[in-house]
């Protein structure tokens, strides 16, 4: 994963929009019937989502991609419309006008910051909470290259395994490999690739820890398309 720690100014007007309105309204504050995961939190074992020992218990060959715990909001409007209808009955009606301000602000981010990237397939919108987290996987379901957006406190970290050296017919390097990158203060941006399963020198194992902790994730499967829009968010970097 390449980190970007200097970002275009433009760009950043638009994040730090939707990171104050994120901040002034936490889901865990104005949300507290918001159905959730966490079986790693709720044993007070938070952190335990990203250690070699909860990586080395899943076992590679049964894995489907997805993550198999978090502790998070998902803030796309997809997934809060769901929420909505199949859980609706256990909102009260302040919390069905937050529901509808957040659908709302996910809307903006696709319009406003994928219309900036050029690509607006905001795939991913999280927020943490204290001791949030997403345990380890790889996203091969979803294979592309993926533009990942961050805003913490410092106080949260990102951890990959390199495979980049992997044999054919691997699914996971060893614990050796693994690759821990702490947030900044503000925000930065990871640009990768999410292999598929047979991709063996492209997979990538990752797992995240911190809140509060927001992170956008826009995932592109075209080449000529990832090329201009690492060029775009790097732009601010290599000209400094």
Known sequence: MRQVLTLPADLLIYLNEYQQFITDNPPDKNLPNFPMKGKFHSEGRSEYATSLECLNSTKPDEHDGFPPDSFGYDMNKETLKRVLLNDGHRFTADEKEWMAKYIAKSEWVDDVIGTWIGFKFCALKM?????????????????????????????????????????????RAADDKMVHIQDIDGWHCKLGYYGEKQEHNKLLWHSAYGGPRITLGFVVGDPDIWEDIVEEITSAENSS
């Open 127 to 171: 927020y943490y909470p204290a001791d949030g987290y997403i345990a380890w996987h790889t996203n091969w379901n979803v294979p592309g290259f993926n533009c990942l957006f961050t805003w913490s406190n410092g106080e949260g970290y990102w951890r990959h395994i390199d495979s980049s050296n992997e044999p054919k017919g691997s699914l």
